[in-house]
């Protein structure tokens, strides 16, 4: 059988199953049935299971979307620190801030299909991890980050960064805070004059 791409309702069906079933999985966890996911989503049963045969399929690909939203993040992270649009230590506090503010349901996610997809789960951390060295050697090369930071500290931060229930006031100075912590030159908006 080839891979034939979509027609447009059966895309749309396919959409409407993820997220419908990346809320429910946030929300109650991996348990959720398939009926309850196909409600959700407005589709038959029987379109679920043509698009997502087992609920494993379908945690994987919810697990491979979750991947492929950080890799964009952090591939153009690193991409603007390297072309010298942005500072890499700009881009480090933007990944803090995007983690702590923006990706909170993907770190809902990531808990609630922790030990159903822990191989998918393991490679997320992977890719992220690696582009997170990349972004602190090149803070490093521009004198941005303290020589003692690492690529550990700067995870550390991530997986325990402030959840939604700060208020805005409270995560921006714990934003300000952090980059008090990683950097000689702190102060929020100033850019970096040494390019690497």
Known sequence: ????????????NREAIAAAARELV?????????????????????TLYR????????IASIVADLAEGIDRSLNSALARAEDGTSSAIDEVIALLRHVM????????????????????????????RA???QL????????SLYPDVTADDVVLLLSTAPTDAMSEVEQSRWLTLARRALTPNPAPGVRNSARS
């Open 101 to 128: 503010i923006d990706m909170r349901q993907e770190r809902l996610l990531r808990f609630a299909v922790a030990g159903v997809a822990d191989d998918s789960l393991r490679e997320i951390q992977a890719r992220g």
């Open 26 to 46: 946030i929300r109650e966890g991996p348990g959720i049935g398939m009926d309850e996911i196909a409600m959700a989503a407005g589709v038959a049963t029987g």
């Open 51 to 58: 698009h997502f045969p087992t609920k494993q399929d379908l």
């Open 1 to 12: 059988m080839t891979d034939r791409p979509l027609r447009a309702d059966a895309r749309r």
């Open 136 to 143: 602190v050697a090149a803070a490093h090369r521009n004198d």
């Open 131 to 133: 582009a997170v060295e």
